[in-house]
Nanobody, 116 residues
Framework: QVQLVESGGGLVQPGGSLRLSCVAPGFGLKYYNIGWFRQAPGEEREGLSCISSVDGSTHYADSVKGRFTISRDNANNMVYLQMDSLLPEDTAVYYC?????????WGQGTQVTVSS
């Protein structure tokens, strides 16, 4: 069973930055496509970004394009989401997802709150 662990969330002022991390202890993240999602209270889970295991290509939702950057550190088995120019509407629980041929695996999420 794959366990994903997100970290790096917290409280930040509008315009600030956070870097979220995703790790899967004992599991090689570098072999799989990884995505970041978020879910605000009362809303559906929203896909934000993903990164390919094949060529490192990335994709972003329009809502975060130009502000968020996904990256992976294969040597340390980590995937990151750098979030800049944060807005109050970015407040949500953020999740990473690992996609295999047979299943998707999710972490428990990390809370991001953007407020002054």
């Amino acid at each position: 069973q794959v366990q994903l662990v997100e970290s790096g969330g917290g409280l930040v002022q509008p315009g600030g930055s956070l870097r979220l991390s995703c790790v899967a202890p004992g599991f090689g993240l570098k072999y799989y496509n990884i995505g970041w999602f978020r879910q605000a209270p009362g809303e559906e889970r929203e896909g934000l970004s993903c990164i390919s295991s094949v060529d490192g290509s990335t994709h972003y939702a329009d809502s975060v394009k130009g502000r968020f950057t996904i990256s992976r550190d294969n040597a340390n088995n980590m995937v990151y989401l750098q979030m800049d120019s944060l807005l109050p509407e970015d407040t949500a629980v953020y999740y990473c997802k690992l996609t295999t041929r047979v299943s998707d695996y999710w972490g428990q999420g990390t809370q991001v709150t953007v407020s002054s």
